[in-house]
């Protein structure tokens, strides 16, 4: 599902990744851990099509994504790419439903069908009961359910999630890793997380060490 060959990537002097190789499968559920400064975020960032690598490939879903011009990158992205972050990121005026749809409307797609998936998603993320709430009438750990299902709106390629229980109690974490595997079993979901959390680095199928801009073999 991704694959990256020889990835650098450069902020001026600095090189933040210094040759990433990286193959993961569809349907496996990869942890990115890893000390402060090993360019974690930088190379989800460049997974997710955010930022381009200084050089190397990538490639997404059979898709080359390096050779993308800027307008087919964000077409790409908008519907291959689901992103959840430690903030969520909702939007306070609109409901949890409307929420998880929007992505889907600025997507093109039918109303009945994006309806369809996004109570699909509630459903299975057990938040069928909150549809109406606006994101300050919910729990964080709820908030952060709404995120993950706007995310899957669009049924992407790949869900990557950077620091996705950051800012969540134990009990809630624990309830939003479970989901991570309850997607991998339930749609074959692609999943890569960049988490501190060893708990959850120990429970995926893959826990990638990243040092100084590199993986550890
Ligand atoms: P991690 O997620 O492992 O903590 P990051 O990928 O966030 O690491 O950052 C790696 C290094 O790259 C850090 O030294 C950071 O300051 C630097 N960095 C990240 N993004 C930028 C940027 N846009 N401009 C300059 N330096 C950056």
Do not use: W
């Not at 349907?27 to 190379?43: D, H, M, R």
């Not at 050779?67 to 790409?76: A, E, H, M, Q, R």
């Not at 889907?104 to 996004?118: C, L, M, N, P, T």
């Amino acid at each position: 599902m991704i694959k990256t060959k020889d990835i650098h990537k450069s902020f001026g002097a600095l090189e933040v990744l210094k040759g990433i190789d990286l193959s993961i499968d569809k349907g496996e559920v990869v942890s990115i851990v890893g000390p402060s400064g090993a360019g974690k975020t930088t190379l989800l960032q460049i997974l997710g099509t955010l930022s381009r690598p200084t050089s190397g490939e990538i490639e997404i879903d059979g898709v080359a994504v390096h050779t993308l011009s800027d307008k087919n990158i964000s077409k790409f992205r908008n519907t291959k790419i689901g992103f959840v972050f430690q903030f969520h990121h909702l939007l306070p005026e609109f409901s949890a439903f409307e929420n998880v749809c929007i992505p889907g409307y600025i997507a093109g797609r039918e109303r009945h069908e994006v309806e369809k998936r996004a109570a699909e998603l509630l459903g299975m993320l057990a938040m069928e009961h909150r549809l109406t709430h606006k994101p300050a009438e919910l729990s964080g750990g709820e908030q952060q359910r709404v995120a993950i299902a706007r995310a899957l709106i669009n049924s992407p390629a790949v869900l990557l999630a950077d620091e996705p229980s950051g800012n969540l109690d134990t009990k809630n974490k624990e309830e939003i890793h479970k989901l991570f595997f309850t997607l991998r079993d339930t749609f074959g979901q692609t999943v890569v997380i960049v988490t501190h959390d060893e708990q959850l680095a120990e429970m995926s199928d893959r826990k990638i060490q990243m040092i100084d801009g590199l993986i550890r073999p």
